[in-house]
């Protein structure tokens, strides 16, 4: 891209404004109970990034579930498989300006190994936390305060499966959660806060299956399923500068990662098992074996966040307030990577929020004016 334009490096939605996952224009009025089936009938849904896994996962669930639904779009970015898809590329490496103020080249891989050279007077990073970070450590960049690929935080996370004396048929109950114990446990002699508790999307038979030994039956897995009430607890991952992104001589990108801030997640977890048999709940928690009841282990990096920290002083931070990097003029990074906390609530809607307040500032920054243009579909 050439002249004023934006390169955004990194394909996510947010970065680009773009909603992402099921991007659907309906009504619902206040009076009417919620049912994401009615609100979704007849409609036509536009699903992008749908090679990631989220969007598969709802893809999945619209299918299955929203039987009433008129069209689904889906926006395919082509897989590795397809080498000859014409929009897959990975950034390698950002160059600078001889001054060192400015990016003045982007340049990508294409899968067949070619590289090409991409220019914008404004260059937005949002490759994820880790591989932001990896791209600015590989091009040597925007890294005088040696923060970049350090506190990278995916909160401490557990997805836990009670099962409840009646039947449970909801199908989407992950709308729901509670902060009782998010500011403090409210037990004096701990008074910490020890995190957030909401519903996982609710277990079928096939979930169950994959977690459970091959000889349990498969009505056993049906009665479960049909009782299970999944829960998703998250404490806060504190930032530290050992828990950080790091690249080998070879290239390849490393996570280093140390468990800390553990005693307020047991003490969530317990919480959450003395409040069951006042649900109408078994009081235990199925065994592991058959359902989730465990940490996510280093690879779920499913929250990962924190390594291209933002602030107002450079010796400590990487970007600026509005994303854009301290050392250079024109250089943003919007994934998560910006956080310098994690909090202990899912990511995406802040990622979401502040990609929409930088996208107002380069706005601003390129005296540009907006105007609303409505999603043409294909019929
Ligand atoms: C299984 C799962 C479940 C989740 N559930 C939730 C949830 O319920 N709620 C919630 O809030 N969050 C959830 N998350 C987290 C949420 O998806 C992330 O926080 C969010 O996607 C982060 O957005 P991002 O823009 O920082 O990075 P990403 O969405 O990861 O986007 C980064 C993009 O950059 C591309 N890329 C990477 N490197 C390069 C490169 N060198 N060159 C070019 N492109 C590159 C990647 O292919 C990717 O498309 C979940 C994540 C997972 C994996």
Redesign the pocket.
Known sequence: MNGKGIAS???????NGVNSVGSVATRISANEPLSVAAALAGQRVLNT?TT???AK?VLEKLVRDVPGIASIVVLLRGSRAQPDAAQR????VLRASGSGREITKVV?TRPGGEEETYRGSIVVV????I??A??LLRSGLANASGVVGQHYMCHINSAMLSISKEPNATRFQ?TLGFNDYYYDSGDPEFPHPLGHIQMLAKSDRSILRGGAPRLVPGFALDYIAKHAVDFWLTTEDLPQPSNRVTLERDGTIRVSYGNKNLEPHRRLIRKLKNLLPHLGMHPHLVPNEIARDKRIPLEG?????GTVRFGTDPRTSALDVNCKAHELDNLYV????FFPSSSAV????T?MAN?LRVGDHLLERLDATTTTTPLEMPA
């Open positions: 490096v990194g394909s996510s939605s947010r970065a990034g990631g896994f989220i996962a590329f990975q950034a390698e990508v949002a490759c994820g936390a591989n932001s990896a791209l992950k990096v499913a929250h990962q966040c919007v994934d998560t990577s899912n990511p995406a809607l990622a990609a």
